[in-house]
């Protein structure tokens, strides 16, 4: 297993509600921002969620208001609590981390700022 590992993913209707956790090991400094991201078949990792060392968080225009990211230092675990969940957020959910700070932007919210990735958790939501 690597530093990062998911927990979470199913099959809901649409919605329902879905919580996918990270279970991160190793050293805390790594993990100074963590992020969630998805990748649609085909497609490239979209950025969904960023979580900073503080507590502070940025979300993606198209989870705002229906997805929350929170973090525990302490436990090292990441979560993201997904709601009235659609057929358009079906993809695998992957977990990430950068050893830098969070910028907490749009464009901060890309794959190539982030060095540790989980495995991926596979989310399918139904109509």
């Known amino acids: 297993q690597g530093p990062l590992v998911e927990s979470g993913g199913g099959s809901v209707q649409a919605g329902e509600s879905l919580t996918l956790s990270c279970q991160a090991s190793?050293?805390?400094?790594?993990?100074?921002?963590m992020a969630w991201f998805r990748r649609f078949p085909g497609k490239v990792h979209e950025g969904v969620a960023l979580?900073?060392?503080?507590?502070?968080?940025y979300y993606a225009d198209s989870v705002k208001g229906r997805f929350t990211v929170s973090r525990d230092n302490v436990k090292n675990t990441l979560h993201l609590q997904m709601s009235s969940l659609r057929p358009e957020d079906t993809a695998a959910y992957y977990c990430?981390?950068?050893?830098?700070?969070?910028?907490?932007?749009?464009?901060?919210?890309?794959?190539?700022?982030?060095?540790?990735w989980g495995q991926g958790a596979q989310v399918i939501v139904s109509s």
């Open positions: 990430a981390a950068s050893p830098r700070p969070c910028i907490l932007s749009a464009n901060y919210l890309s794959p190539t700022n982030f060095v540790y």
């Open positions: 979580a900073a060392l503080d507590g502070s968080t």
């Open positions: 190793g050293y805390s400094h790594q993990r100074h921002c």
